[in-house]
Structure formats: structure tokens, C-alpha cells
């Protein structure tokens, strides 16, 4: 499966964008860290529009195109 297709993956804690809910002002993980405890990770709302603003590859991406825009 290439990346494209993969389940999006949160830039912050490393776990699926799927597995963060709506809480109000935060969308928050609640998968469980490697000790067993749920995720500490709360990503903010207040800045972007929709939590595909977290996607790590979409932002990989997106430097990858700014970087090789700065050299051509």
C-alpha cells in the first residue's frame, strides 16, 4: 500500500488521525501510548479547519514541494 492510500497518521503522537476525537477545543487522542496509558496527545482546533491540517504525510509532502521549489 503506498502512502497515498495508508489511514492518515497524526504529526504529533505518531498514532491514526482516526483514533482522535472531538472534544470541544482539541481533537484527543485516545489510543494507548507504549506504557499502556491513553495518549497524551491533544491536537488544537483553533488554527486549522479540519484535523487533515495533522496528517504527517500531507505535511511531508508539502515541505518536500517547498524545498525543492527553493532550489529550482
Given at each position: 500500500m503506498s502512502d497515498e492510500e495508508s489511514e492518515p497518521v497524526c504529526?504529533?503522537?505518531?498514532h491514526y488521525l482516526?483514533?482522535?476525537f472531538d472534544e470541544g477545543?482539541?481533537?484527543?487522542?485516545h489510543?494507548?501510548?507504549?506504557?499502556?496509558y491513553?495518549?497524551?496527545c491533544a491536537l488544537r482546533k483553533d488554527e486549522p479547519d479540519t484535523i487533515e491540517h495533522y496528517d504527517?504525510?500531507?505535511?511531508?509532502?508539502?515541505k518536500v514541494k517547498e524545498i525543492e521549489e527553493g532550489w529550482g
Open positions: 504529526c504529533v503522537c505518531g482516526a483514533n482522535h477545543n482539541v481533537w484527543r487522542c489510543s494507548l501510548g507504549q506504557d499502556a491513553q495518549c497524551e504527517l504525510q500531507k505535511r511531508i509532502n508539502k
